[in-house]
């Protein structure tokens, strides 16, 4: 079975402390400690992401991405990407599966890509202006 974002929002909205709503092509997720997590279903994969910080808060971006690089591995299910947003740069964590996972693995996926939001902040922080 692939899945679908009615189904997805009412598994997900299952999880104690989430809020779950749909949000035009995507779910839109917010746990406990007000991180808000976009998922989304396309063609094969479900991919989940969270906005981290803009470019424009780090201090040296390529010193950052070298970091990152040699750095992001040590977090499981999760990676860091660059997307462009309304002509602006941000760092996203983002998870992906595929769109036929069990009902376990994306609660998993999720639940793991919240707890390391808060780690990738926490370690790439001395990268980031101190007003960010």
Request: net charge negative; charged share 20%.
């Amino acid at each position: 079975m692939s899945w679908q974002l009615p189904e997805l929002a009412s598994l997900l909205s299952e999880h104690e402390g989430w809020d779950v709503e749909i949000n035009g092509q995507a779910l839109r997720i917010i746990n406990e400690d007000n991180i808000e997590a976009f998922l989304a279903v396309a063609g094969e994969q479900i991919v989940v992401e969270v906005l981290l910080f803009s470019e424009q808060q780090v201090i040296d971006p390529t010193a950052l991405n070298a970091f990152i690089l040699r750095t992001h591995k040590i977090f499981p299910l999760s990676t860091i990407g660059i997307n462009e947003i309304e002509d602006s740069s941000y760092y996203v964590a983002f998870g992906s599966l595929s769109s036929q996972s069990k009902a376990e693995s994306i609660v998993i996926e999720v639940a793991t890509l919240f707890r390391n939001v808060e780690a990738f902040i926490d370690l790439y922080q001395d990268h980031l202006q101190e007003n960010a």
